[in-house]
């Protein structure tokens, strides 16, 4: 996948916003403190909500266009079934470095966090587990922004979703320059699980532990994935049976895109896990990304699909959620298809809590101001819950709903 730089928004603009933005925060922290929060009761409908959106079309007293409002706090955690855990993906690191955020940690930012720590209940770092951060050199491993994550997570009483283990993307450069046998290379890989799993051992719920490891076109990435390359899928085997091994606690999961309907990838995987569980290999859950795109029709049959892998007695989760579209220069979209993202989220939610044993939903990003889609995919964005400025978009409210309408 290309990189390519947004030019949405001067670094300028979305700063003034963003200091808007925690004043209204404060605000709103301030009358929750005086008022008690309106939708703390843990079956209270979404559509409780207190906040009304400014009018369309008005503006601020200081010229500023109109914002949504943010969401109010635990809205969408009041309304998620008890056995749900609401995720979401801890920006740093990845397409990040290219934007304001740079090397800094979205976690100094009071605003950022408060959303965080308010409206979820699990988080995934982004970026900061992956091979190029954490691993950046053979004999050298970078934990300081992770340790950052999950301490955040613990103090604000939320799970960790680890990602990723084995993965053909954001290797560092010395796994694939170096000459290693056959049996370094095993041992790098043993190495690296049991270091990174280790380290967070009884501290992080779920494990990614093998991501996308068949292609678009169903078939395994052995050109892609170094491991896969020299070992093929017994490899994907050994990493779960390590991970196993260094976290007894910890669910581990198959991962991946495009397989959110039954069809050849999704078949795959289907396959893949049986085999695995008759293998007695320590398979847990299957994680279905949810990266979805308005230029193909809603994925059909989700719930169906997922109740597959239930049915061999896995978790199932939904890992990545986001919808993009096609947007315009300033990366603005249809108010219609605004709508048509609703009803995409929405369909996703569902298709979890139709499931019994869906018990993670996680959203990739909880902001267009963060969200990777504009970086990856040309023309397309405005992907996640809730605009550039924290407001809320009508995805956000379906997904409360969705929620709030429970299994
Ligand atoms: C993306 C991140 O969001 C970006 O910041 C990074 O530049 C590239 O990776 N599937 C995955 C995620 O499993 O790790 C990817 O995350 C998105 C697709």
Not at 166 to 175: A, F, K, R
Not at 265 to 287: Q, R, S, T
């Amino acid at each position: 996948m290309q990189s390519h730089r947004n030019s949405r928004k001067s670094t300028g603009d979305r700063t003034t916003k963003r200091a808007a933005l925690a004043g209204v925060v404060a605000l709103a922290l301030l009358l929750a403190a005086c008022t008690g929060p309106a939708s703390e009761s843990p079956s209270g409908p979404a559509s409780e909500s207190t906040s009304e959106p400014t009018p369309s079309g008005e503006s601020s007293p200081d010229g500023e266009p109109p914002s949504a409002p943010v969401p109010p706090d635990r809205e969408l955690l009041a309304a998620a079934p008890a056995d749900l855990v609401i995720g979401m993906a801890v920006a740093g690191g990845g397409h990040h470095l290219d934007t304001p955020l740079g090397t800094g940690s979205p976690l100094a930012d009071e605003t950022y966090a408060q959303l965080l720590a308010a409206n979820f209940s699990s988080v995934t770092p982004e970026n900061q587990l992956k091979w190029e951060w954490v691993h950046p050199e053979r004999d050298r491993y970078d934990f300081e922004v992770a340790d950052e994550i999950v301490e955040f997570a613990e103090a604000n009483g939320q799970v960790v979703r680890g990602h990723a283990l084995l993965w053909h993307s954001q290797n560092p450069d010395w796994l694939t320059a170096e000459d290693f046998s056959d049996d370094e290379l095993r041992e790098v890989l043993r190495d690296h699980i049991t270091t990174v799993v280790g380290r967070y051992a009884g501290r992080i719920a779920q494990w990614d532990v093998a991501n996308e490891i068949f292609g678009d076109d169903a078939r395994l990435r052995t050109q892609e994935n170094p491991f896969l390359a020299r070992f093929g899928i017994e490899i994907v085997a050994d990493a779960f049976r390590w991970a196993h091994e260094t976290d007894p606690d910890a669910l581990l999961f198959l991962n991946d895109y495009a397989i959110e309907s039954a069809g050849p990838k999704a078949d795959l995987y289907l396959a893949l896990a049986e085999e695995l569980l008759a293998d007695g290999v320590p398979l847990h859950g299957m994680g279905f990304q949810g990266h979805l795109s308005m230029q193909y029709p809603k994925p059909a049959g989700m719930a169906e699909n997922f109740e597959r892998f239930a049915a061999l007695g896995l978790e199932v989760a939904v890992t990545e959620a986001d919808v993009r579209m096609s947007v315009d220069g300033d990366g603005a979209a249809s108010a219609g298809d605004l709508a048509v993202q609703a009803d995409y989220f929405r369909s996703m939610v569902d298709a979890c809590l139709a499931v019994e044993t869906c018990r993670s939903f996680t959203v990739w990003g909880m902001s267009d101001a963060y969200s990777w889609v504009p970086f990856f995919f040309a023309g397309e964005g405005a992907a996640t819950l809730l605009d550039e400025e924290f407001g809320i978009k009508r995805a956000y409210t379906a997904v409360a709903e969705g929620l709030g309408a429970g299994r």
